[in-house]
C-alpha cells in the first residue's frame, strides 16, 4: 500500500514543481505558453473576422471557459490526474503480471519514422477518443457528466476545454490499452498534442473557414456546431459530428449532419435551465443524487 501512495505523491509533487517551472522559464516545448499562444490566435480571429457577428467579444461564459481551460490542461491533467494515473498503472501492471503477462506491446512502433510514429499516434488515438466521445452520449451515467461540455450556450474557442474532470479520467483510462499495445505513453509526443489542441480550438471558434474536400478529413466549427445543437436532427437519438480532430469517422460511419448553416443554431440540451452555471457546481454534477444536492448547496446565492 505504501509503495502506491509513494508513487501518488512522487507523480503529485514531480508534476506540481513540473508546472511551477513550465511557468517561470518559458520553452518551445511549454505546454502552458503553447495554450495560452493558441488561444491568443483564436481570440484574435475571433475579433477581427467572427462568423456570429452579433455575438459579444467577451461572450456568456468566457471567462468560467478561460479558467477550465488552465483547470483541465495543467491542474487536473497535469498535476492530479498524472499522479493517481501512475497508481493506477503502477497496479494494472502488478496484476497484469500476477497473471503472468509483462509486456502489452503487440508492434513495436518505436523503429518506425519518427513522422510514421506520430501519425499512428495521432490517427489510432482520435480514433479511440471519437469511440469514447459516443460513449458520453450514449451511456446515461456517462452522458450527465458531459452535459457540463453541452452547457455552453454561446460557442467560442474556449469552449473547447469545458468539460467535466470525470471526462479527462474516462478518455485517459480507455486510451491507455490501445496506446500501450503499440508502446505509447500518452505524454510521448508533444506536438500531437498541440496539434490536437490547436484543431480542438478551431472546432470551437466563432470563425468561418470553408475547408473544401478537406472538411471531408479535419473537423470544423460549421461541422461541431451541429454536435451542441439544442435540437437533434430527425431520429439522431445520441447525437451527430463526434469527431474530435478528425471528422473522417463521422463521414465513415455515417453520424455526419449539417442540416443547414448552424451559424445561429440553438445550443444546449433539454432542461438547462436545471443546470448549475458555476464551476463548483459542475464539478460534482453527475455523482447521483448526493452530487445534485451539493451542486445546489454550492450555487446557493
Ligand atoms: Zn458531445
Ligand atoms: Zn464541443
Known amino acids: 500500500m505504501n509503495h502506491y501512495l509513494q508513487t501518488f505523491l512522487d507523480g503529485y509533487t514531480g508534476y506540481a514543481r513540473y508546472l511551477g517551472y513550465e511557468i517561470s522559464h518559458p520553452h518551445w516545448k511549454s505546454y502552458f505558453y503553447w495554450l495560452v499562444g493558441v488561444s491568443l490566435f483564436f481570440f484574435l480571429l475571433e475579433l477581427v473576422h467572427p462568423w456570429r457577428t452579433k455575438q459579444a467579444r467577451i461572450r456568456k461564459d468566457f471567462w468560467l471557459d478561460a479558467f477550465y481551460m488552465f483547470f483541465n490542461f495543467f491542474l487536473f491533467s497535469l498535476v492530479v490526474y498524472n499522479a493517481a494515473s501512475e497508481v493506477v498503472v503502477e497496479l494494472f501492471r502488478d496484476l497484469l503480471a500476477k497473471v503472468g503477462i509483462h509486456n502489452l506491446v503487440a508492434v513495436e512502433v518505436g523503429s518506425w519514422p519518427v513522422w510514421a510514429q506520430l501519425l499512428t499516434l495521432f490517427v489510432l488515438r482520435d480514433f479511440v477518443q471519437w469511440n469514447v466521445h459516443r460513449l458520453l452520449h450514449r451511456v446515461p451515467f456517462l452522458w450527465e457528466f458531459h452535459k457540463v461540455h453541452h452547457s455552453v450556450e454561446q460557442m467560442g474557442f474556449a469552449a473547447h ?96 449532419s449539417i442540416p443547414y448553416d448552424g451559424r445561429d443554431v440553438e445550443l444546449g440540451f433539454p432542461e438547462m435551465e436545471r443546470f448549475p452555471p458555476g464551476f463548483l457546481g459542475q464539478a460534482v454534477y453527475g455523482f447521483g443524487h448526493a452530487g445534485g444536492e451539493a451542486a445546489r448547496r454550492l450555487e446557493e446565492p
Open 161 to 256: 476545454l469545458r468539460y467535466h474532470w470525470m471526462e479527462t479520467v474516462a478518455y485517459r483510462t480507455i486510451e491507455y490499452i490501445p496506446l500501450a499495445m503499440i508502446g505509447f505513453g500518452i505524454d510521448d509526443f508533444f506536438v500531437v498534442h498541440i496539434f490536437a489542441l490547436a484543431v480542438g480550438h478551431f472546432n470551437h471558434s466563432n470563425f468561418r473557414l470553408p475547408l473544401g474536400p478537406l472538411k471531408y478529413v479535419f473537423n470544423n466549427p460549421q461541422m461541431h456546431i451541429w454536435h451542441h445543437a439544442k435540437e437533434l436532427p430527425e431520429g439522431r437519438r445520441y447525437g451527430v459530428n463526434y469527431g474530435i480532430t478528425l471528422s473522417l469517422w463521422d463521414y465513415l460511419f455515417g453520424t455526419a
